[in-house]
C-alpha cells in the first residue's frame, strides 16, 4: 500500500514504492537500475551486443538500452529488414497482413501458370524449360542449372530471383552467392567520344598508346 512517505513519489525509473512497518518507504527497482530511488544505472545492457547487426551501435540506457541501425534494417535489435528504413534510431514495423495476402495471392496465380504450361512433366527431363524457370516452377527442377539451385547459397533478406536483371542495382543480392544481381549494380559504360571512335577503331592494336582512346569506352 502507499502511505505519506510515497505520496511523493520518491521511486524513479519505474521503481515501486513500499511502505515499511517501522516507517519510512522502500523501493524495488526494475532490473538494470539500484539506489534507494532506483536512480542508479547499475548494469550495461549494451555488454551483451544485443544489436543484431555489426554496423549497429549500442546506447546504454538506464535499465534499457537502444540500437542505432544502419540503413535497411531496424527494429530493437536492428533484426528487421526494412528496405524503406533510412538508417537510425530501430524502431518497430508493424506486419501489414494485406501485402502478404497479395503475395501469396501472385505465387498461386504463378504456380497455375507453371501447370497450365506442363511445368510438372518437364522437371527432371535435362532440358532447360524457360517458361519453366522461375521461382513458382521450381526453377524447372533445376534442369536450368545442371541440377544446381543458382540461389541455394543466396542468404539476402530479400528474394534476389524477383529482382534478378531487372535494371535496378539491388546491393543485398550484389555478391557471388546471389549472382551479382544479374551485374545490374555494374555501370554500364559510356560510349566512346566520337571524336575518336573512328581513329581508335583504326589504330587499334597498332603498337602505340593513344592516350584518347585508352579507356574502357574505347
Known sequence: FSGYD??????????????LEAG???????RGTAGSTCEIDSLNECESSPCE????????????????CPPKRTGKNCEIYDRSFPGGLGRSVEI?????TV??????????RCEI???PSKRGNRRCDEECNTYACD?????????????ANCTAP?????????GVCNQDCNNPQCLFDGRDCEKSLQPCNPIYDAYCQKHYANGYCDYGCNNAEC
Open 139 to 151: 526453377f524447372d527442377g533445376q534442369d536450368c542449372s545442371l541440377g544446381i539451385n543458382p540461389w
Open 53 to 68: 547487426h555489426n554496423e549497429a551501435i549500442c546506447q546504454d540506457k538506464m535499465g534499457d538500452y537502444a540500437c542505432y
Open 158 to 166: 530479400i528474394r534476389c530471383w524477383e529482382v534478378f536483371m531487372d
Open 96 to 100: 501489414n497482413n494485406n501485402v502478404q
Open 6 to 19: 510515497c505520496d511523493s513519489d520518491p521511486c524513479q525509473n519505474g521503481g515501486i514504492c513500499r511502505m
Open 117 to 119: 504450361n506442363g511445368c
Open 103 to 112: 503475395y501469396d495471392s501472385d505465387l498461386a496465380m504463378q504456380r497455375k
Open 24 to 30: 519510512g518507504y522502500r523501493c524495488e527497482c526494475p
